[in-house]
């Protein structure tokens, strides 16, 4: 079997970060995985997307022009990647910054208040987490054990930042509505 | 040791420092800058040398210098670097100095684009700089491969006192993959001590050890040409590697592929086998050099009606495929040369067009 998912937004965001932590949650599970970034002139305030490809078997094209899963953390990416979702995938969005629908019958739709969560967790900082814990809880992809390893493995040296973060992903978890 | 999750470019310098390499000469260029950047942070955590040039040029023959020297030395850089840095090349070549060169090659010709392409297979494979020479190519299509293949082309450079290339592309550089570096692949630097500019070659000797690439007197310059094509023979010998896929089955046709392209080619073909239509498929690791016997016999299988070489050019190593079919079998390419990967139902797409083309 193999998933693939697509997270998408503005440069800033941490949109590579939230592929990231993905990819290295598939590493410990022992699945074949690989992420693949937006790359190209881009800056700051610029779109950003990756795509992370999970297998059991070596990936093949890790390139995935129509995702089964995208996430969605702005409404420019919500405008030019919701077309391209296969039939009968799925999509999360960010509705802080996303007020519109995908207008797709054809596949799921959840929504997260991400700004808003990380707002009142302190720092618009952790929206990329908080969009997260709401990516495992709608795709059902990885435990939230498992995501909360990678987190404590990855902010090891940054002890300060290991608790918000930790708060983000069970918030987003749980605040994850489908629409 | 775990496998860990590591860019492509990251890894890349990674495995070099571990194939025992400590010396880096560079100048930075996208798609291949992370390459640079992590070891200035890594080369002084084991006493290794990283340097930035104020060119490409300037790298190349810092290169040149520090091999003639007797050091393990590399450097990487993308296309229009390695355009710049193919005069030194030439050099070390004609000099026999070993050295570790990495191509992730980008969109040409000129300054191009920054995306992933494959348009340099000539410039590695069949030139580059000037004069009688070759390259040792290897193409990987995994972060994996290619950290193996860095690996193992330092002593192969030693081995053939000869530069080595690592041909890559912009996905290669730009993905993370999980990887590991393989202990058996650990090597230690050669003694170079009866050639290299380190002194004279023994204690005994009355002439000091001179490396040049310019051949005057007699029939010199002819001697090293024989001894440069001795090598490149030995080469196609010993060095050829090479992959395959779908291979055993009665296949229609044949894809002849390598790197990034040779993925999106394996997901068509499992598509395809969905379908019933079997394609097998070739993919050499070593493009010099080239597995002339096994794509020969791969393409002269009796089912095999047609064979397509997929690329990210303009029909670059469709000459090589040529050239080995030998006529027997019809060849054709496929290649988009614009900085985009094909989908892989564009891969079968043309697979049924070819096939259709070419009825029993």
Known sequence: MQMD?????????????????????????GKEVAWVPSYGPEMRGGTAYCTVVIGDEPIG????????????MNQPSMEKFSQLVKPGGMILKNSSLVPVSSHRTDLTEYEIAANEIANDLGTVKVT???????????????????????????????????????????????????? | MAKVLMKGNEAIGEAAIRAGCLNYF??????????AEYLSRRMPEVNGMFLQAE????????????????????????????????????????????????????????????????????????????????????????????????????PLAEKYRNPVIILGDGLIGQMMEPVEFPDHLVSTPSDKSSWATSGMATR??????????????????????????????????????CADYNIDTDYEALIVSYGTMSRVCRTAIDI????????????????????????????????????????????????????????????TWFGIAGGIVPAPEEIVDEMKRVLHAHQS
């Open chain 1, 5 to 29: 998912m697509m997270f998408t937004g503005f440069g800033g965001q941490g949109i590579l970060m939230m592929g990231k932590i993905i990819a290295l949650a598939a590493l410990k599970e």
């Open chain 1, 61 to 72: 094209s890790p390139i995935i022009q129509n995702p089964m899963n995208l996430v969605a």
């Open chain 1, 128 to 179: 990329n987490v908080v969009a997260l814990g709401a990516f495992i809880e709608c795709s059902g992809i990885f435990s939230l054990d498992l995501i909360r390893d990678i987190l404590n493995q990855e902010l090891s040296k940054k002890p300060a930042l290991l608790d918000i973060n930790l708060q983000a992903i069970e918030r987003g978890k749980s605040a994850c509505v489908s629409i």
């Open chain 2, 26 to 35: 560079g100048y930075p260029i996208t798609p291949q800058s992370e390459i």
């Open chain 2, 55 to 154: 060119s490409e040029v300037a790298a190349s023959y810092m290169i040149f210098g520090a091999s003639a020297a007797g050091e393990r030395v590399f450097t990487t850089s993308s296309s229009p670097g390695i355009s710049l840095m193919s005069e030194a090349i030439s050099y070390c070549a004609a000099a026999q100095c070993p050295a570790v060169f990495v191509n992730i090659m980008r969109g040409g010709p000129g300054l191009g684009g920054i995306l992933p392409s494959q348009g340099d297979y000539f410039q590695a494979t069949k030139g580059g700089g000037h004069g009688d020479y070759h390259l040792l190519v290897m193409a990987p299509n995994s972060v994996q491969e290619a950290v193996e293949m860095v690996m193992k082309a330092f």
């Open chain 2, 204 to 241: 005994k000797s009355t002439q000091r050890n001179l490396v040049r690439s310019l051949f005057l007197v007699g029939n010199s310059l002819e001697d090293n040409n024989r001894c440069l094509k001795a090598k490149y023979d030995q080469m196609k010998k010993e060095e050829i590697q």
């Open chain 2, 272 to 331: 395809l086998k969905k379908e019933g239509i079997e394609v097998g498929m070739i993919r050499p690791q070593t493009l010099f050099p080239y597995p002339d016997a096994i794509v020969q016999k791969a393409a002269w299988k009796p089912s095999c009606r047609v064979v397509t070489s997929m690329e990210l050019s303009m029909g670059q190593m469709v000459e090589d495929v040529e050239r080995v079919v030998q006529g027997r079998r019809p060849v």
